[in-house]
Each structure stands twice: as C-alpha cells, then as structure tokens.
C-alpha cells in the first residue's frame, strides 16, 4: 500500500482546501465559540458536493472512498474546524451506519435532506448507567402493533440540540443480540428533548427521554442481532474522530509555528530558543506518526468499512497526538494561546474531548491488547462459584 496521495487525490485535496479557504475561512473563529450546529457551513458543504462522499449514488452521495472523505474532512478542518463536524455529521457519524443498512424505502425517506444539509441524524447510543460499558443499555423496544414503544434515556448524544433525527440504540430483547437500533424524529409522540448542557469545548448536549414513545416498525435500521454490524459503522466515526483529532493538533501546530517564527522576546524569535524548537520537533514526530497511522486504516479499508484493529490504533494515535500538538502550541503562544483570540484553545479543548468519544484511550488500549494476545479480556467481574 502506498501511503502518498495519488495525482487525483492530490487534486482532490487543493481543490477541498482552496474552498475551505474561500468560503470558510473567514468565519472559523465565530463558529468554533458559537454552540449550535453550522447550518450556515452545512449549506455551503452541500453545494460544494461534499456531505455523503462515501455513500453510493444510487443512494444520492457521491460514491467516493473513504480516503477522499477523510481528506475533505482533514482540510476543511484545518481551515474550519467546526465546520470540519458538518463533515463528520454528514460522512462519517450515524448517517453511515444508517446508508450502510436500513432499508431502501427508509433511507428514501430521509437521505436527500441530510445530504442536502437540511438535516441531522444524531447518534443516540450513550445511557446515564451505560457509557463504555456499551452493551448495558436499557432502552427498550417493544412491539404494538406496527409500531414500537420505546422506553429510557440517552446522554451525551453530539448534535443533539439541533438533531431533526435520532440514531438511537436499542434493545429488542436480551443481551448482545437483543440491541438493534430505530430512527426517532426529533417530534416523535413520547421524546423529550431536555434544556442543553454544556461540554467543556462550547458543544451542547441534550439528555434525551422516551417514554412510550412510538416509532413505526418500518423506521427499524437494524433489528435484533444488529450490534456487531452498527460496531462496524461505527468505526467510520472513529476513522472521522481521529482525522478531526489529528488535523486540529496539525491546525495549532501551524498557528504555533507562525507565532514562534514573528514573535520576538530577549531580542530574538522565539524559534530561535532550543527549548521551544524541541517542542517542535516531538509534536511533529507524533502528529506524522498518527497521520501514517491513519492512512494505513483507511488506505485498507478502500470503499469499505475499515479493520477494527488498524482504525483502534489509527484513533489512539490521532487523539494523543492531536491532544499533545493542541497543549504544546498553546503554551508556545502563551497567553494569546490561552486566550480566544485565536483558534488553538479551542482545538486543546475539541482534542481533548475525543479522547473520551467514541471510545475512550482506555478502552482503545483494551482492544489494542485483545488484538497483541488474540484473545479476549472480559472486563465484567469474575463470579465466584459459591
Ligand atoms: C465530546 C463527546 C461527544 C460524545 N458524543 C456522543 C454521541 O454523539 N452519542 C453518544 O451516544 N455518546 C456520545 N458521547 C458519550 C461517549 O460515548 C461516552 O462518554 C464514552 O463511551 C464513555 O462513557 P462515560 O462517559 O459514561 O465514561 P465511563 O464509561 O463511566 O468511564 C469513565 C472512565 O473509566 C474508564 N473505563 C471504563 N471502563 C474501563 C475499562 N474496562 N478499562 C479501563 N478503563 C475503563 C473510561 O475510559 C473513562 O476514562 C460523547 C462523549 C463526549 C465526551
């Protein structure tokens, strides 16, 4: 596998960033300090072709790869990041699971707004008693005639103030194979949408409550036995999750970079003090390392899903080194660093947040090390035979 762009992705590339450049760039900062969702940048997205790059054309995406999706998320990021999650929410979040396997007729119905940047799936999967541990969750899905009732809550769902629709996990019966999963309009009888809170980073979230509340049977995307297939749409938003990571740690270490080179203390630039061109150098080891890693999983997985160890260790990679970047190109700058004058407190506090989402570090490393002694490790207590 070649890890160099081809000629056309090069091309692909340029042609992403000029845009971003072009019709982005001048509004980045307001948009990374305002909460809501950038219906303003999902428009112009949409225009420019790129909401549904991965998904087919008979289906009204663009039919690209995944590699061309990740690049038009890398720079529309690099110049926009807030914009960079209308990318996410639009390629690689719940709406791919949801074009990878619900119904024709479903997807009919909900595809041409979403991709025109009308609406938002948001996913719905995260329980007050089941964050990691995943597999816990509650929420219910119980036949009545065509429809079913649903029952329980969600938290922390991305999006979820501005979401026109819900991916939510269910359960239709016991265990793993019991959890599914249904589409919920934000208007569904029995949803309560609760008053936002806030993540450290500026984003909102909304807890998430139904009761009894009613969904048509044909608004089912997986039914029992979905969870291995939605884990493997899910790991597209990983894949997005560590290229958003990655390019915000190499968007502040480019302001740092401009900083240390114009910024004068002692007489002298500040480039030119090795204690801060060390610091230089380590965060472009860890962000080209992340980058090679992350073109490894997605150079594989081609049109397809990507491999659940190489995109584990891709988003491992990307959010320590995004992390890492964004915290040393703060201190680089110092107060204005620290300040909102300029972009790179907020890519500290986006990159930190991903090292919770979407699988957190710790449980990145619990599979990292299933893989190193191919067996699985059980995190739940052992019983003792009494
Ligand atoms: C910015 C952001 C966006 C999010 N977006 C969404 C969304 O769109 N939809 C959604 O459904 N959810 C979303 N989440 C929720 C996210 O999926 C959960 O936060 C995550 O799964 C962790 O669950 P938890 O927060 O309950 O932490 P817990 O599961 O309570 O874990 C607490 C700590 O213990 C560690 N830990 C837990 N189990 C183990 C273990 N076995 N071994 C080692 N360490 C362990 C964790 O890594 C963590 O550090 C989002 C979260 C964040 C921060």
Known sequence: MSLDLTEEQEEFAESVRAFAQARLGADALRRAHEPGYAWDAAKLLADQGLLGLTIPEEDGGQGATLMEAVIAIQEVAKICPKSGDV???????????FAEYAPRELKQRYLPDLLSGKSLLALAMTEPEAGSAATDLKTSAVADG???????????????????????????????????SVIVDRNAPGLTIAPPSDFMNGEQWSQLYFDNCRVPAANVVLGPGGFKKQISGFNIERIGNA??????????????????????????????????????????????A???????????????????????????ACNEAGFAAANESLQVMGAMGYSRETLV??????????????GSIEMLKNRIAESVFERRFSQRPTTVAS
Not at 87 to 97: C, E, H, K, L
Not at 160 to 168: E, G, K, R, Y
């Open 243 to 288: 290229a958003r990571a990655l390019a915000l740690g190499q968007l502040a270490f480019s302001l740092a970079r401009r900083h240390a080179l114009e910024r004068e203390q002692f007489g002298r630039p500040l480039c030119e003090f090795q204690g801060i061109q060390w610091k230089f150098a380590e965060m472009a080891v860890k962000l080209d």
């Open 345 to 358: 407190e907020y890519c500290l506090l986006r990159t930190r947040g991903w090292m919770i989402a979407g």
């Open 146 to 180: 065509d429809d079913y009732l649903l029952n329980g809550s969600k938290v922390f769902s991305t999006n979820s103030p501005d979401a026109t629709a819900f991916l939510v996990y269910v359960r239709f019966g016991a265990g793993v194979d019991g959890i599914g």
């Open 87 to 97: 990318v996410q929410a639009a390629n690689f979040g719940a709406i791919r699971t």
């Open 290 to 316: 992340a980058s090679l890693l992350l073109s490894r999983a997605v150079g594989h997985a081609s049109a397809g899903l990507p491999d659940v160890y190489e995109t584990t260790v891709a988003k491992l």
